[in-house]
């Protein structure tokens, strides 16, 4: 058995965990998620405990990676996921219009990004973004094409960058 797939996983209150035939299904307060069940895997509910275990030696390494993947799926629909992003650069500015985020980002056009279902976009500040929902996947999927607008360049570090990244900066030409 992996080290990964053996760690129990505690399901908090008011999250409901419940294997069909075909799918393995997360409901809490925040949302729900289901997943396709992972063959050669079984699923075990104990007071609260949710444990993984493979049904042979061949689907050990599916076990761990549907344990790591049905932990997010609980941390989400009961804490949720937050990625923030931040806007660096003369002029860029990020607003809301309506559900949509609308990005000034140095282009002779507002770059208007549309929110897929499930996630909340908020900007708290002009050059802060906040990308928030329950499927921790779709989060990252999210902040990775807002940040692919403009990606931080190295000479003078603009750009759409995640909170606490480190830009390696490239030192210019001497003339």
């Known amino acids: 058995m992996s080290r990964v797939a053996k760690k129990p996983i505690s399901l908090p209150k008011g999250v409901e965990f419940n294997v069909s035939n075909d799918q393995v299904t997360v409901k809490g307060p925040k949302g729900t998620l289901s997943l396709a069940k992972p063959t050669g895997v079984e699923f075990k509910v104990d007071n609260g405990v949710l444990q993984l275990s493979a049904a042979d030696p ?12 049905l932990a997010n799926m609980v941390t989400g629909v009961s804490e949720g996921f937050t990625r923030k992003l931040e806007l660096v650069g003369v002029g860029y500015r990020a607003a809301m219009q309506g559900k949509d985020l609308s990005l000034s ?3 002779s056009h507002p770059v208007v990004f549309v929110a897929p279902e499930g996630i909340t976009l908020a ?17 990252g999927e999210v902040a990775a094409k807002i940040r692919a607008f403009r990606k931080p360049e190295p000479y003078k570090g603009k750009g759409i960058r995640y909170s606490g990244e480190k830009i390696i900066m490239k030192e210019a030409k001497k003339a």
């Open 105 to 107: 980002l140095g282009f």
């Open 58 to 69: 061949a689907n050990v390494p599916m076990a761990g990676t549907a344990r790591a993947i």
């Open 123 to 139: 900007t708290p500040t002009q050059t802060e973004v906040l990308v928030t929902g329950a499927d921790k996947q779709m989060v």
